[in-house]
């Protein structure tokens, strides 16, 4: 119920003032956590004030009424732009807070805009709220001010005009949204397909896919090395097969062009990684001098045939400049194939035969410009007809070509000044060339029997040494047989001699594919933990052993156990014809006396006589190596006596009270670790005593001169006392 004021100049009712909450205490109820709605706050608060209004609102004029209504008004919307300013804070990190308090002063059909100016939005503010919670005020209060009417009408026209404005706004800021995700869409899209144009096929140089393709190159430059030259010298070859000639050029020509898109397409490795992005292999590829020749090779001279005809095929001498991928293809294969001096042999023959072809060409050529038949230097003359087949100038020219260059000589002598000057050129370069070649050859065939040689100098020394010592003749022919054995089954190289140059990864890998299998065979290192099996697998020691050899006696200390690889051995009696049992490929023996367990009854000695009845290979670890290799592995050591100890068991050839006993360090290295380790207990307990007879010894220094300073304090004062009783 509203509480009317009465005066003598004006009736007016008392306009209720909204409560205006503190912004830093709002912004602090809602960042702690309470919702109470504002809105109950704002109802509550205004009632009170109106009714404080109206006990002390009575001497005010209209004037100062409306001007405090506005000034109020005007620090609402304040307030809310502050508690908006702080929304929209709190949305940018990712955590919007939905305020029943502005809600319900914004209505559903406001929306705030980030772009507006504060004073605008103030204004557009407290014209609503004037609205929507104090119609009651405003219209009393226009009754008895009918000025005011005036001003609702232009405020009703404003709040018009900024419903439009904010429709305006609303489209315009909705068309800019849809913009802006349309262009984000795009920027995704277009990265989406610069990811994929990066993501491009790169082919691995060391690959066979680039192998491939080399050989698929070296066919196009080998045709242009030999085929252009002999078109261009003979006439007959270029003019009987043109159109033959014009597919195979542009079939190269393609080829040729395909290649620098390969090489702008192959790999490189920067860091031991593959680079694969365009950019940088093309620059790398552009960079070189490579790219500059392959453009050169790639040049159309071909359109001088327009101008000078098609008999001039020397035009295209421009393709020989990519000789250098032959140069390629032939390092390649060289590295792939198992026989590399037969086709290092086989390239320098090539080049010989390529030199001779093209210096018969030449000589042929020099011979048309001076003319056939003019002297006896030159090529006969063509009007006979023997003389005049294709076949027979080439293999004419190819014969003096061949003569010249390897100085046998029986060639007609030169007459004329130019013959002789190419005459001498073709000696020089048969020299060197020639010089070399030879030189060559002649190395790579001692360097394919180098090996042979090696094995030949053993055989050689070990004769000589059994000559010497007047060695039976029959041990003499069953080594030389184990030596051609050896050969024969190319078993004559030394494994590690061969591995040592590898890494100790890579040499690891091979022993593992070579030899873990047949190590996994034998039963105690079934169980084994992967590293222990690695490092006995570099430990194994092939050995191969001849018809009738011993590989162990009855009684002999084991100091190996052996896998048999291949071949048979038998277990025999004593007599060493009686057999018990043929061990035939994957059986191994001799596993039990190399881990010297405690109480075995056989104790580390052979228990059977074992020999071999055909040629034998064999796989032999020393116990040595075993022993170092568990130094590493304790629990592995423990498991394989467990193991080892189970198998005497089954056999009847353990004693348990002995083995229940403990454990005796018999192992020499065992002994030796454990007097290290009480030799190091001395050390330190020593060292201790030292610094304790130190520590002691400065304590009595210490004592003894505070005593020395007492007595000779006590001293002189009996000294000075003796003195006075003198006097």
């Given at each position: 119920m509203k509480v009317g004021v009465i005066n003598t100049h004006h009736s007016y009712i008392n306009v209720p003032r909204p409560a205006v909450q503190d912004a830093d205490v709002g912004v602090g109820r809602i960042e702690n956590g309470n919702r109470r709605s504002l809105a109950e706050a704002?109802?509550?608060?205004?009632?009170?004030?109106?009714?404080?209004?109206?006990?002390?609102?009575?001497?005010?004029?209209?004037?100062?009424?409306?001007?405090?209504?506005?000034?109020?008004?005007?620090?609402?919307?304040?307030?809310?732009?502050?508690?908006?300013?702080?929304?929209?804070?709190?949305?940018?990190?990712?955590?919007?807070?939905?305020?029943?308090?502005?809600?319900?002063?914004?209505?559903?059909?406001?929306?705030?805009?980030?772009?507006?100016?504060?004073?605008?939005?103030?204004?557009?503010?407290?014209?609503?709220?004037?609205?929507?919670?104090?119609?009651?005020?405003?219209?009393?209060?226009?009754?008895?001010?009918?000025?005011?009417?005036?001003?609702?009408?232009?405020?009703?026209?404003?709040?018009?005009?900024?419903?439009?404005?904010?429709?305006?706004?609303?489209?315009?800021?909705?068309?800019?949204?849809?913009?802006?995700?349309?262009?984000?869409?795009?920027?995704?899209?277009?990265?989406?397909?610069?990811?994929?144009?990066?993501?491009?096929?790169?082919?691995?140089?060391?690959?066979?896919?680039?192998?491939?393709?080399?050989?698929?190159?070296?066919?196009?430059?080998?045709?242009?090395?030999?085929?252009?030259?002999?078109?261009?010298?003979?006439?007959?070859?270029?003019?009987?097969?043109?159109?033959?000639?014009?597919?195979?050029?542009?079939?190269?020509?393609?080829?040729?062009?395909?290649?620098?898109?390969?090489?702008?397409?192959?790999?490189?490795?920067?860091?031991?990684?593959?680079?694969?992005?365009?950019?940088?292999?093309?620059?790398?590829?552009?960079?070189?001098?490579?790219?500059?020749?392959?453009?050169?090779?790639?040049?159309?001279?071909?359109?001088?045939?327009?101008?000078?005809?098609?008999?001039?095929?020397?035009?295209?001498?421009?393709?020989?400049?990519?000789?250098?991928?032959?140069?390629?293809?032939?390092?390649?294969?060289?590295?792939?194939?198992?026989?590399?001096?037969?086709?290092?042999?086989?390239?320098?023959?090539?080049?010989?035969?390529?030199?001779?072809?093209?210096?018969?060409?030449?000589?042929?050529?020099?011979?048309?410009?001076?003319?056939?038949?003019?002297?006896?230097?030159?090529?006969?003359?063509?009007?006979?007809?023997?003389?005049?087949?294709?076949?027979?100038?080439?293999?004419?020219?190819?014969?003096?070509?061949?003569?010249?260059?390897?100085?046998?000589?029986?060639?007609?002598?030169?007459?004329?000044?130019?013959?002789?000057?190419?005459?001498?050129?073709?000696?020089?370069?048969?020299?060197?060339?020639?010089?070399?070649?030879?030189?060559?050859?002649?190395?790579?065939?001692?360097?394919?029997?180098a090996a042979r040689a090696e094995f030949q100098g053993r055989i050689d020394a070990i004769k000589q040494y059994m000559h010497f010592r007047n060695v039976n003749r029959e041990i003499e022919k069953r080594v030389i047989k184990w030596f051609d054995y050896l050969w024969t089954n190319k078993k004559a190289v030394d494994e590690r001699e061969v591995l040592k140059y590898l890494p100790d990864k890579l040499r690891a890998e091979i022993a593992i594919s070579v030899h873990l299998d047949t190590l996994k065979k034998v039963r105690i290192f079934a169980d084994c933990e992967a590293g222990l099996l690695v490092e006995l697998v570099l430990k194994l020691q092939p050995q191969v052993y001849s018809p009738g050899d011993y590989i162990c006696r009855k009684g002999d200390i084991g100091r190996e156990m052996y896998i048999i690889k291949e071949g048979k051995l038998a277990v025999v009696a004593d007599d060493g014809i009686t057999q018990f049992v043929v061990l035939s490929d994957g059986s191994y023996f001799g596993e039990i006396s190399i881990l010297n367990i405690k109480g075995s009854k056989a104790g580390n000695r052979r228990t059977a006589n074992i020999r071999s009845i055909g040629y034998s290979d064999l796989f032999c670890l020393s116990k040595d190596d075993l022993m170092e290799a568990l130094i590493e592995y304790p629990d592995a050591k423990v498991l394989l006596e467990e193991k080892g100890k189970e198998i005497l068991l089954k056999d009847g050839l353990l004693e348990i009270n002995v083995t229940n006993t403990g454990s005796d360090p018999k192992n020499i290295e065992e002994k030796v670790s454990q007097m290290e380790g009480a030799v190091d207990n001395l050390q330190t307990k020593l060292a201790r005593l030292l610094t304790e007879y130190d520590a002691t010894q400065q304590k009595l220094k210490k004592r003894l001169t505070q005593v020395e300073k007492i007595l000779k304090s006590n001293m002189q004062f009996e000294f000075s006392d003796l003195e006075e009783l003198d006097k």
């Open positions: 704002y109802d509550s608060s205004s009632i009170l004030q109106t009714q404080e209004h109206g006990d002390s609102c009575s001497g005010y004029s209209s004037t100062n009424n409306s001007q405090a209504v506005k000034g109020v008004l005007h620090r609402i919307p304040n307030f809310l732009v502050t508690l908006k300013d702080w929304e929209n804070r709190i949305s940018d990190e990712g955590c919007q807070i939905s305020d029943s308090f502005l809600e319900k002063i914004q209505g559903p059909q406001l929306r705030w805009s980030n772009n507006c100016n504060n004073q605008n939005l103030c204004d557009e503010i407290s014209e609503e709220i004037m609205e929507q919670h104090l119609p009651n005020a405003i219209s009393q209060y226009n009754v008895n001010n009918n000025s005011n009417k005036d001003e609702e009408k232009k405020k009703k026209e404003k709040k018009g005009k900024s419903d439009g404005k904010k429709e305006k706004r609303k489209d315009t800021e909705m068309q800019k949204n849809k913009e802006k995700h349309r262009n984000k869409d795009k920027h995704k899209k277009r990265d989406k397909k610069e990811e994929e144009k990066k993501d491009i096929f790169v082919i691995d140089p060391s690959g066979n896919l680039y192998y491939y393709w080399l050989f698929c190159i070296t066919l196009p430059v080998m045709y242009n090395w030999t085929m252009i030259i002999a078109r261009a010298c003979f006439d007959e070859l270029q003019n009987d097969h043109l159109e033959m000639w014009f597919i195979f050029d542009y079939i190269s020509d393609i080829i040729y062009i395909a290649d620098m898109f390969v090489r702008t397409r192959t790999g490189y490795l920067e860091q031991g990684l593959l680079v694969k992005e365009e950019l940088k292999l093309k620059q790398k590829y552009t960079g070189t001098l490579q790219f500059k020749l392959d453009l050169l090779s790639v040049i159309p001279t071909d359109l001088l045939y327009f101008k000078l005809g098609l008999n001039y095929p020397e035009l295209r001498i421009n393709r020989v400049l990519k000789v250098s991928r032959m140069f390629e293809f032939f390092q390649q294969t060289e590295t792939r194939t198992n026989y590399p001096n037969i086709f290092r042999i086989s390239t320098l023959v090539m080049y010989i035969v390529i030199i001779i072809h093209w210096n018969a060409c030449v000589y042929y050529s020099i011979s048309k410009a001076i003319g056939f038949g003019t002297d006896t230097w030159v090529y006969p003359n063509t009007s006979d007809p023997e003389f005049a087949r294709l076949a027979r100038k080439y293999v004419y020219s190819l014969y003096w070509s061949t003569l010249t260059l390897t100085t046998i000589g029986e060639t007609p002598p030169p007459v004329k000044d130019s013959e002789y000057f190419f005459v001498v050129v073709d000696f020089l370069v048969g020299v060197l060339i020639f010089a070399t070649i030879v030189g060559n050859i002649g190395s790579m065939i001692s360097n394919m029997n």
